[in-house]
């Protein structure tokens, strides 16, 4: 069934994840009214021979002078000085997710964009069409101007798009979908490109997956505790709000009703490791930040993000700074701080878990015949590598401002960085959290208990039934992803743990 998305509703983090496949995009009589309002009071402002940036001027630095007169010509004195991206393309999927997103600020009214812009990024977003965007160019500063350029050339056929999955001309890419070159003036020209529609797409997806990620930290936390027979005392309801963080409080909630039956082996010391007892501290404080994630995330996906805005009904052309990404430059790093801690508490209880001395007396690396087998040695060396891969790329990128365009452009948030860098880290995590899984699955088989908590031994079963024991030694790749995805799937809000 076709996923149908409305440009006058709330754009939700769901809408760029169903837009990797064909989708609907309603553009209703109130988007057709709003925008077509803004349209005519540009050429009134046009008219009236007032000023507007992208219209009647130069870009950036060179506002100073006059564009260029005829206005089809203005389209492209915007666009092809754009050309000067580099590196690998974007994810097609990413890509169409920006593609939504400048639909649904566009589809607003205040960018003065013609009608027929919108409607060409709806009928695209209809079919596989996605264009080649350059990964790197953009500062994030005056909106994603060097990859929207590659995506607003390839809208017009010109440059590289994908169609099918497979990358090809813009031209043919259109052809095969079924789409016309979209024509296009200064101010429509402008309008795709001045705005942060990839850095809030890879915010918001990013920010999706480390929420999935979070969610299965917290499971199998509680897996972990129940089958080394932790007392659960360190999510006890009075100590946790005591700690004062609300963050912290619901987190250990959730958690306590996960472990709800859980029975204490008794043996453990009085007091565990952090990586257990600090977790609702550790995963509520991850928790607090990724709300402020939420807010920013939700603010970039319902505003406009664009320069100049029109205001028909105060007679208004308001030049500003609405594409200046900082927020999400703030809140990607942020994302990327919390990923990194969490893969740093999923490596230390996997750690812990094929420790002998720390994991109850269960064999080292989990291996069913120590020195014959190697368990899952080669799986910890390799979350080893993963969360260094994650630490090294941690430095924020909201702080390396560098002045460009002339000045004119003298600071800059990075947050196209900051967003595509957090997505990347995102699925690294996603592989740590797979190699816990992957432990707690072979646990059992080389002498854990099964978990006595109900809602623990029905996740641990849902692992043991997709995934065959560790013996002998095999590649474990792929098992980790299948992991992965097992706990990922039992971590989406709404699922019966016990089902």
């Known amino acids: 069934m076709t996923i149908e998305v409305d440009l006058a509703a709330p754009l939700r983090i769901a809408d760029l994840r169903a837009a990797r496949a064909p989708i609907t995009v309603l553009a209703g009589p109130p988007v057709r009214e709003r925008v077509t309002a803004g349209r005519v009071f540009l050429a009134k402002v046009l008219g009236d021979d007032r000023a507007v940036y992208g219209a009647t001027t130069g870009f950036g630095a060179l506002v100073g002078y ?32 920006t593609m939504l997103i400048r639909a ?11 009608p027929h812009v919108v409607d060409a990024l709806a009928a695209a977003l209809g079919t596989t069409f996605a264009p080649a965007m350059p990964r790197l160019g953009s500062v994030g500063a005056s909106g994603d ?69 979070h969610r299965v930290i917290q499971l199998l936390s509680c897996v972990l505790a129940d089958l080394l027979g932790c007392d659960p005392q360190f999510l006890d309801q009075g100590l946790l709000d005591l700690y004062g963080h609300p963050g912290a409080r619901d987190v250990a909630a959730a958690m306590r009703g996960f472990l709800s039956g859980a029975t204490p082996s008794g043996t453990r010391p009085l007091q565990e490791p952090y990586s257990i007892r600090c977790t609702p501290q550790l995963l509520g404080a991850a928790e607090d930040a990724l709300r402020y994630a939420d807010g920013v995330v939700t603010a970039d996906l319902s505003g406009v993000s664009d320069n100049p805005l029109f205001f028909p009904g105060a007679d208004q052309v308001v030049h500003g700074g609405n594409f200046f990404g900082q927020p999400a430059a ?15 508490l999923a490596e230390r209880q996997l750690d812990l878990l094929v420790d002998p001395v720390r994991n109850g007396g269960l064999p080292p690396m989990l291996a069913a015949g120590p020195g014959q087998q190697h368990g899952l040695q080669g799986v910890q060396l390799a979350s080893t590598a993963l969360i260094a891969e994650i630490r090294r790329d941690a430095m924020p990128a909201s ?30 995590l996603s592989l740590i959290t797979g190699s816990l899984a992957l432990g707690l699955r072979q646990a059992v088989h080389v002498g854990a208990r099964t978990p006595t908590a109900p809602a623990c031994a029905a996740l641990l079963t849902a692992l043991s039934d997709a995934i065959p024991p560790i013996d002998p030694d095999r590649p474990l790749d792929a098992d980790v992803r299948r992991a992965a995805e097992i706990v990922e799937s039992w971590s989406t809000p709404g699922t019966d743990p016990a089902a």
């Open 66 to 97: 006059a564009g260029r007169a005829d206005q089809r010509d203005q389209a492209d004195n915007t666009l092809a000085h754009l050309g000067a991206g580099q590196g690998p393309d974007i994810d097609p999927d990413l890509a169409r997710a």
């Open 104 to 114: 649904h600020s566009l589809a607003r009214g205040a960018s003065g964009v013609s």
């Open 145 to 213: 101007l060097i990859p929207l350029g590659a995506a607003a050339q390839a809208l017009r056929g010109r440059g590289d798009a994908y169609a099918y999955g497979v990358r090809m001309p813009a031209a043919e890419a259109l052809t095969r979908c079924g789409l016309e070159p979209l024509p296009l003036d200064g101010r429509d020209a402008l309008a795709l490109v001045n705005g942060t529609s990839l850095t809030t797409a890879a915010t918001a997806l990013a920010l999706d997956r480390v929420r999935t990620s």
């Open 330 to 344: 703030f809140a990607a790093d942020m994302l990327t701080m919390v990923l990194a801690q969490l893969g740093n």
């Open 399 to 428: 702080i390396q401002s560098l002045p460009t365009n002339l000045h004119n452009q003298d600071v800059i948030p990075l947050g196209t960085q900051s967003a595509l860098r957090a997505l990347d880290q995102s699925r690294l």
